[in-house]
Each structure stands twice: as structure tokens, then as C-alpha cells.
């Protein structure tokens, strides 16, 4: 729903009567500029909500708040730079020549850093967050755009079960050209990879799925290259998959460097660890750092998920309809195929973007919300509330969409 920002669906009790309370309403009616006013809740806020145990992701005990997807893998990106430059300078203080070079965007105070990300990505449309993105090329026309490594993302034959050899061998290419890229962008082009940015899932691009061993192997090859790992947890954030953080299907070797969210979340942000921390203040900054307002709601979200297992729910229910959608693939193989996903944050993919196109619109026309990703893919983005009842409607629906 929505573009998978709504966890609960439309005017969920809870969200409402956290809005109700008078104590909330004084708190949205004043926002503060939490950069330099924060409040003096606003700490216990931070860790009794977004740093609790079962909710933040396991392992990164940090977290800067941000508003959208988009600022918060930009200022991801800075305090990675910010980060990877205080290595280089191995706690030497600013020189001059660094402070005087910077107001004029020349080394050595603007260093030549880059970020590598995946083709098929999509990770926000400010600048820097644009040179990452490679899913359509309406996002990036006409904008200029930095020069900065691009990998294969894997692209897996289906059934997954009938092509596991085939798709092994994918995994190893796209590591093999991930390496690749790491020397050249060092020894070549002299722009070492500071950061590499990858989604669980490729959202926009597709719905692309990747298997937890390349993403192990992924972070074995940036930790090799002394680069950090950030994880976009923007789309697949907040429960759709059955875990709070998609990556905790991976079972990485230690925890990401960084993982952004937003979207169900509310408002945006990133987690990241002790090491990642700036030195000094106003580094990453900006007037308002987040939202009180959206805690609120975010809280009734949180608390909601907890109280009634939603996220069990999700397992469940995400199995019952890619059980039924792998049966419908056989009977339509001609229209739909490659059934994928995790929880309900589920896929298919069309014959032809044409067919998928009509596929959505028949959709639209019986009262159903759905959407297009990549070229041919449908996407299902349901909210955490999404019970079996409501996965029979679609079904029915979707059964009238193949045969009409």
C-alpha cells in the first residue's frame, strides 16, 4: 500500500488515538529544530522507541533521524566519507590546506570518494543519491550525476529450486565484478570505494532477490576493502518480510555499517555503529533531524506490531498466497511467471510490460492497488494487517484478471 509506507493500513485505532491525546497534540502543534533544540524527551524517545531491543536492528546502537528514503541515505553517505577520510588521516587534526580547499570543492579537503551501488537500484533522487539509482532513466535525465562504480546485481533464473547451479554461478559473477571494481576505482580513476549501498530486495528496479550467501560474501569483500556496508532498508523496513529488518535473513557475519529506513517507519533515518560516529558536532546536520510528531505515531506502530504478532502474521500469510501464486504460475504460465518474495512483500513477473500494465489497470478497476516495478514485474506491498481474508480477495481477483 502506498508505495509500502502504510505498516497498518488506513485509520488504524491506534494511529488515531495516539493523534487524540492532548499530550501529542501540544507535541505536533510545536516541532522542534531538533539539530540544536531537541527537547529534553527527546533522548529517551530515541532509545525507548527506535533503539528498543526488538524493533532496532540487532547489533547498531546508533541512529541519526532524518524525514524521507532519500536524506537519509545522502547523509548516510556523508557520514560514511566523513568516516572513511578520518582513517586516511589517522587522528591528525584538519590541515589548512584541507579547510581552504573544501570552500572551493578541490582536493584535498573534497576528496575524491565514491560510493558503489548495483545496477537495477534505486536509493532516492537527491544528487548523490541519484548516482546510485539505475532503475529508470526518467529519475536521472538532464541531472548530472558523479562518476561512480556501478556492479552487476544478480539476475536469477526461476524456479530457484530447478536453477541453483545456474544462479550460484550468477552470485559468483556479480562478487567477481564487485571486486573488480573495488581496484579499479583505487588504482585507475584514484576515487577509492569508500561505501557500498545495496537493497535487500531491489524494490523499484524489479523486485530483485539476491541470496543471503552473496550478501554474506558481499560484506566479506567490502570489509576486505576497508569500505563500510549500508544496507537501504527504506522499502523493505518495518515487517514486510516477517523480520523487523530484511537483512536479519541473511545472516551476515556482523551487523551492516549502516541501514537506512523510512517509509512504514514514518519518518527516515539510519542506524549504523560505534565506529561510524562523527568526532564533531554539526557534521551531519540539518533544522529539523527528524520529526516528534512521527515518533508518535511510530510508537502506536511499534507497539501494534508487538501486541498483536504481526509480524508472524506477515510469515504466514506471505506463504499462503506465494503458495497460491506458484499455482496459478503453472496453470498461467503464459501470462505470469517468476513468482518471488519474503513475507508479503511479494512479485510476478508479466509476459510483457504490456501485459503487465493491463494486468494493474484490472486490478485498479475491481478496487485493488498494486503496482509495476522493473519492466515486467507486478508488486504487492499490503500492510502488516493483511490476513489471509484479504489474500483470497486478491487471489479471486487475479484469477479473473488471467482469464479475462
Known amino acids: 500500500m502506498q508505495i509500502s509506507s502504510m505498516p497498518l493500513g488506513y485509520n488504524h485505532p491506534a494511529m488515531l488515538e495516539a493523534l487524540a491525546d492532548p499530550v501529542n497534540q501540544r507535541i505536533i502543534a510545536n516541532r522542534p529544530a531538533l539539530g540544536v533544540f531537541p527537547g529534553k524527551e527527546w533522548p529517551n524517545r530515541l532509545k525507548n ?19 524521507c528514503g532519500s536524506c537519509s541515505n545522502e547523509n548516510a553517505f556523508k557520514n560514511i566519507f566523513i568516516w572513511y577520510a578520518e582513517k586516511q588521516r589517522q587522528g591528525a ?3 589548512k590546506e584541507e579547510m581552504e580547499s573544501c570552500m572551493i570543492n578541490q582536493i584535498p579537503g573534497s576528496p575524491r570518494y565514491s560510493i558503489m551501488s548495483f545496477k537495477g537500484s534505486f536509493h532516492g533522487r537527491t544528487l548523490g543519491c541519484l548516482s546510485t539509482t539505475h532503475s529508470k532513466y526518467i529519475h536521472k535525465l538532464d541531472i548530472p ?13 526461476y524456479p530457484l529450486e530447478e536453477n541453483l547451479r545456474e544462479n550460484k554461478q550468477e552470485d559468483k559473477r556479480c562478487l567477481a565484478e564487485v571486486e573488480e571494481l573495488f581496484e579499479k576505482y583505487k588504482n585507475e580513476k584514484k576515487m577509492p570505494v569508500a ?12 523486485d530483485n532477490h539476491a541470496s ?10 567490502t570489509r576486505k576493502h576497508g569500505a563500510a556496508l549500508l544496507i537501504d532498508e527504506v522499502q523493505t523496513g518495518g515487517g514486510p518480510t516477517g523480520k523487523m529488518w530484511c537483512h536479519e535473513h541473511f545472516n551476515l557475519d556482523t551487523p551492516p555499517d549502516v ?28 533544522t529539523w533531524m527528524g520529526d516528534p510528531s512521527k515518533v508518535i505515531l511510530l510508537e502506536a506502530i511499534l507497539e501494534t506490531i508487538k501486541r498483536e504478532n504481526l509480524l508472524d502474521r ?18 498461467h504460465s503464459d501470462v505470469i511467471n517468476a513468482v518471488r518474495g519474503r513475507g508479503t512483500f511479494i512479485a510476478f513477473n508479466c509476459a ?24 515486467r514485474a507486478v508488486r504487492l506491498r499490503p500492510a502488516l494487517t493483511f490476513t489471509e481474508r484479504h489474500a483470497d480477495i486478491f487471489l479471486d481477483a487475479l484469477r479473473y484478471v488471467l482469464k479475462n
Not at 557500498?196 to 528496479?205: K, L, S, T, Y
Not at 506463504?319 to 501464486?325: Q, T
Open 93 to 95: 587534526p584538519f590541515t
Open 49 to 67: 522507541i527506535l533503539l528498543k531491543k526488538e524493533f532496532a536492528p540487532p547489533g547498531l546502537s546508533h541512529i541519526t533521524t532524518m524525514m
Open 314 to 331: 506477515v510469515t504466514r500469510v506471505g506463504d499462503y498466497l506465494l503458495k497460491h501464486l506458484m499455482d496459478m504460475q503453472k496453470e
Open 145 to 157: 550525476a558523479f562518476d561512480w562504480p556501478i556492479a552487476s546485481f544478480p539476475e536469477y533464473k
Open 195 to 206: 561505501g557500498v549501498i545495496i537493497e535487500p530486495i531491489q524494490a523499484e528496479g524489479g
Open 212 to 221: 543471503p550467501e552473496f550478501f554474506q560474501e558481499l560484506q566479506r569483500v
Open 352 to 375: 510483457s510490460p504490456e501485459k503487465r500494465d493491463n494486468i494493474i489497470k484490472k486490478f485498479a478497476a475491481k478496487g485493488i492497488q498494486t503496482g509495476g516495478c522493473g519492466s
Open 259 to 286: 541501514m537506512t529506513f523510512s517509509k512504514k517507519m514514518q519518518l527516515g533515518g539510519y542506524y549504523h555503529s560505534e565506529d561510524l560516529k562523527p568526532k564533531l558536532s554539526y557534521r551531519v546536520f540539518n
